[in-house]
DNA sequence: AAGCTGGCCTACT
DNA sequence: CAGTAGGCCAGCT
């Protein structure tokens, strides 16, 4: 590996709990998460969601307690794991490995770092808290959220309550807020 | 580069 | 309740 290649490098760490398979993918120079997977049934799928986006990953166990963590946040526990961790700078160039494509995109990730645990909030509180209209364009931002569970897009849903989709299935999104506490009625959060 | 396409929203049936 | 037309706007092509 020559230089460039060395800093752009990105390991890939699975974890399995309870027959899902958790991945990350994370740049050893700067210690950060570039990609996070929906919990997956196989671990190739799970591997896939990272590796698609970098084709000169590195498979490796040097993570395997971060993996480890987002299964325990997926669980619906509490953990240290913060925005830290995670690489949210905006994306400048065609090599730059920045999952975080656009400013809109990052405020609104960081806005939905915001939402406590345990409760949720609609995809139209957000647009507004970035002064726009733009709901749609708010969904579909979190559709490709490269932080899933850190960043808790699961807790966003729509005006009347009901759940919305989610990039693993709405059912998957259930589930985890199921996990967190949040009381659901068929396809409805209670308040 | 002018049209698509969407993790949405409101208003109405 | 359910379904949908028409509105909105960021990002992709």
Same mark, same amino acid.
């Given at each position: 590996?020559?230089?460039i290649?060395?800093?752009?490098?990105v390991?890939?760490?699975?974890?399995?709990s309870?027959?899902?398979?958790?991945?990350?993918?994370?740049?050893?120079?700067?210690?950060?998460?570039?990609?996070i997977?929906?919990?997956?049934?196989e671990?190739?799928?799970?591997?896939?969601?990272?590796?698609?986006y970098?084709?000169?990953?590195e498979?490796?166990?040097?993570?395997?307690?971060?993996?480890?963590?987002?299964?325990?946040?997926?669980?619906g526990?509490k953990?240290?794991?913060?925005?830290?961790?995670?690489?949210? !700078?905006?994306?400048?160039?065609?090599d730059?490995?920045?999952?975080?494509?656009?400013?809109?995109? !990052?405020?609104?990730?960081?806005?939905?770092?915001?939402?406590?645990?345990?409760?949720? !909030?609609?995809?139209?509180?957000?647009?507004?808290?970035?002064?726009? !209209?733009?709901?749609?364009?708010v969904?579909?931002?979190?559709?490709?959220?490269?932080?899933?569970?850190?960043?808790?897009?699961?807790?966003?849903?729509?005006?009347?309550?009901?759940?919305?989709?989610y990039?693993?299935?709405?059912?998957?999104?259930?589930e985890?807020?199921?996990?967190?506490?949040?009381?659901?009625?068929?396809?409805?959060i209670?308040?």
């Amino acid at each position: 590996l020559n230089y460039i290649d060395n800093i752009n490098e990105v390991m890939v760490s699975t974890y399995k709990s309870n027959k899902l398979y958790f991945s990350v993918g994370i740049t050893p120079a700067t210690g950060k998460i570039v990609r996070i997977s929906l919990p997956k049934q196989e671990k190739k799928a799970a591997m896939e969601e990272i590796t698609k986006y970098y084709p000169n990953f590195e498979v490796s166990d040097q993570y395997v307690d971060i993996a480890k963590t987002i299964s325990r946040m997926y669980q619906g526990k509490k953990t240290d794991l913060n925005i830290d961790m995670l690489n949210l !700078r905006v994306n400048e160039s065609y090599d730059d490995i920045s999952p975080v494509k656009t400013y809109f995109m !990052r405020n609104v990730l960081l806005e939905t770092y915001e939402i406590p645990f345990g409760e949720v !909030r609609t995809y139209k509180f957000l647009a507004e808290k970035l002064k726009t !209209r733009a709901y749609r364009a708010v969904g579909t931002a979190l559709g490709n959220n490269p932080f899933p569970m850190v960043i808790p897009c699961h807790r966003v849903v729509k005006s009347d309550l009901t759940i919305g989709q989610y990039a693993g299935g709405s059912s998957l999104k259930k589930e985890i807020l199921k996990n967190e506490g949040v009381s659901i009625k068929g396809n409805k959060i209670l308040k």
